[in-house]
């Protein structure tokens, strides 16, 4: 006798077959998104002074890549410049695509100048299940100052925003401007050759203009209609600071960080760390016959830190007054320099979309970390031939692992080709020496917690093992907020704070969020702080984790994961394409 329309077996072939359609629905919105990249010399002028600079296409910032939700990008780069290129797809999750993460040394070897061979490089990869705001840029030394643009992941067609749908929307890239005589590559050589900090920029900027003429020259324009709510796409570009964003008369509800979904949260002020990226809703409703300043402004964490700058962008009306020098423009009212509350207020209120159908928070843990990290002093190497051989260089440590690239081979190609003398497999679980982390006076008398050595060493990863790492911030020559980006995943951001995480826990004062934490791909842990993270290892490859501040990557805030297959096909990275570069 056949089942009856509503016996169990039944449903399981409507359920199957509806399954069926969906995937095949899916394959058939999919679509192949193709770049050409040429990377080369841009004369500009900024602030007054003309400047050469390396550039995508002709165009500071670079060009916006766009796709959607189950989209292949596959972007061919040429580099016509004098300098060595790498791009890094920032947020891209790059599933079974390792060979396409783009960090130097770490999943491939520089795309060189020339016409020859290894001067081009296709990226090859997929964006399936990621929806918002990511971006690109160098990951090859300063070069990302000028080399970066936004990558915008909509949903599929016919899906719509876990929010109201905005009239209309607006890319804000916000980066940093050097008036040098020498290039951006020079700036990073000359502190190497030192062993000290880069020379700071002169400016900031907001796409790519800094906005301080009152003239309104070199400053972008945001055109609304009264009444209407805009999508503002925010990324912070700039190479080393954390960035207040405000708009004059303005409120926002941000709906997404680091293209993962949040819960609703209504500020006037925004915070974002370098390499992070905020999605935040405005509605323009102020005041008739006025227009606005935009502005984004150095946040510092750091003790004593008196440098600072802002760059202003317009905010215009459709229907304000057509003579301009009778119109009054407002400015916000910017947070101080140093407004650590507001900047901790803002990270840590953040909440996670629960949304059905969606990975949740992993309850298990497979393996614990704890890595502390921060500033150190290692012995000056040979070729830092204008460094203070006494004092020695300033560096930087994960675990008192002090980050060094490979010279010869990748560290994916190396992990691939099981090539020993490249890296090896042993990243302490623990910093060597457990102290009072955030005791300044304690730390900075013991010289031993200073010094730290060079080391290629990385954390091998078995397939699909959860890991919770503690990030812990030391005073070791000082504390600073520094913004972690882990590649190849996003993270679970479960708790955060200020002070020694170990005394916390003990007094039992810590409390993680297992139902509703942010999800992010780079996290600005506190000055003098922590932060707990939770992530699956279900991407094979090695993955780096380091510093977003640029100037502390070379300084060795850094460290990998290598994550194994897992055991099937489709758990297993494929081999690299035909034309992946040479070393």
Known sequence: MAPSLGSGSTRILLIVSLLLCLRQQAVVDAAIVEHTFHVGNLTVERLGQRQVIT??????????????????LLVRVVNNSPYNITIHWHGVLQRLSAWADGPAMVTQCPILPGSGAGSSYTYRFNVTGQEGTLWWHAHVSFLRATVYGALLIRPRPGVPYPFPAPHAEHTLLLGEWWNASATLVDVERQAFLTGGQPANSVALTINGMPGLSHAHKEMHHLRVARGNTYLLRLVNAALNYQLFFKVAAHNFTVVAVDACYTDPYHTDVIIIAPGQTVDALMHAGAAPGRRYYVAAQVYQSIANATYSATA???????????????????????????????????YGSLTGLLRDGKPTVPQRVDTRMVVTYGLAIAPCLPAQTLCNRTRGSLAASMNNVSFQLPATMSLLEASRSRSSGVYTRDFPDRPPVMFDFTNAAAVNRNMSLMVTSKGTRVKALRYNETVEVVLQNTAVLGTENHPLHLHGFN?????????????????????????????????AVPAGGWAVIRFTADNPGVWLMHCHLEAHLPFGLAMAFDVQDGPTPDAMLPPPPNDYPPC
């Open 55 to 72: 550039a995508v296409n002709g165009q500071f910032p670079g060009p916006k890549v766009e796709a959607r939700n189950g989209d292949t």
């Open 312 to 346: 202003r962008a317009l905010l215009r009306y459709d229907d304000d007054a057509k003579d301009a020098a009778k119109t009054i423009i407002m400015s916000p009212r910017m947070p101080a320099l140093n407004d650590s509350a507001t900047a901790q207020r803002f």
């Open 491 to 523: 993270f679970y951001v479960l708790a955060q704070g200020t002070g020694n995480y170990y005394y916390l826990i003990r007094k039992k004062k810590i409390r993680k969020n297992l139902v509703n934490p942010q999800q992010r791909n780079t996290i």
